[in-house]
């Protein structure tokens, strides 16, 4: 660590605390899920248990980068994790206190900690490469966050259904806000003050005024994770549980190995995408990779809605996690490829403004996906999910046709 700039090490630190945090992120979304199935609840009802984890990822986005940048990335990263832990604690109680508005309320604040997090981890890393001649580091160290974050989220996926069958709901809870809370301790201690801090004073004005590109591609991503969370958020782990049987283990198993699987590809994106050749990504990149994505959820649909001419030909359960995982290489592509042209297209001075509104929009994305998991897979079955997910799929190819080529500044 000597040898190492103050930058660099003061990102290590917002990552480290990122991965901590993400790692308690993903294994409380897979308690909740399989624990409150387990309770008798229907797959709305589940999906409505995060809905106001999601609406306030919405709110958290669009005012925490104006937070960010007035106060400093690590003030908002600090309070991500604090909140976490008050999330954590509020959920590790009686379960006679575990009604739905209650449980709502806990997934709010965990809402608004993962997306204060996220927006500071993401924002902090356009100060380490802020020159534009250094675009291909920079597209490769975002790949290399994105990716590692979300291979953890996938640890704690597995984390959080293994809890679950060994330790119980509550014990679980309490052991991780227990972890975060020294997590919390030694982030306060190592962050500086200034990071990300402006030297003026954004209005609050300014969180929603955006360059016509970042709109596009806030847009874009909106629909993107929209079509993601459609069907894999409730859907299709209560589809693993009801029509395949699998048990809670196995559902927490695939979804962490898929999940560990996705940040992998997200981390070695630049290389597919020709990063070595000197193929720095654009409109153009965003617009090409996401036509094979959607075709996947329609080719998966196909043969479970036309049940009766296939029959015996197809094995429905190799289908569905076959296209899974096809699904999960493409989307970490067009993941990485969008999480690098927001940076790009982000200005330096208050970056944490830009950065928060187009992950307003990815929260917004991820919002509507979960209702419709819940509500679509409840009145029409993961068939209907995933030909929704083709939906806002080809809205995305259509909206991303709009954004630059060979993107040279701000427009």
Known sequence: MSGLSQSLKQYLVVTGTYWAFTITDGALRMLV??????????????????????????????????????????????????????ALAMLAVNPSWLSIPYVMAAQALSGIAKDLNKMSAKSAIKFLLPNQEQKGALYKWVAILTG????????????????????????????????????????????????????????????????????????????????????????????FEVVLGWSHTQVGVFMAVWIMGYGFVQGIAPKITGLKHGNIPDGRTAFLWVLPLMLIPLLIAAPLTADELFGELINYEWLVVGGLLLFGVLFAINSSVHSFLILDYAKEEGVSLDVGFYYMANAMGRLLGTILSGAVYQLAGLEACLLVSGLFLLVTAVISVKLPRSYSGLS
């Open 148 to 239: 590692s974050k979300n291979a953890l989220k996938g640890v704690g996926f597995f984390l959080g259904a293994a809890l679950l069958s060994w330790v119980g709901f509550q014990a679980s809870l309490l052991g991780m806000s227990a972890a975060l809370v020294g997590v919390f301790i030694l982030s306060v201690l190592l962050l500086q003050g200034d990071m990300g801090k402006t030297q003026y004073k954004p209005k609050f004005t300014q969180i929603f005024s955006k360059s016509r590109s970042i709109n596009i591609l806030s847009a874009a991503r909106m629909c993107l994770f929209g079509a993601r969370d459609v069907w894999f958020v409730v859907a299709l782990p209560v589809y």
């Open 33 to 86: 899920v399989l624990y409150f199935y387990q309770l008798g609840y229907s797959a709305l009802e589940i999906a409505m248990l995060f809905l106001l984890y999601e609406f306030f990822g919405v709110v958290t986005n669009l005012f925490g980068g104006w937070l960010g940048a007035r106060l400093g990335l690590n003030k908002t990263m600090n309070l991500g994790v604090l909140l976490q832990i008050i």
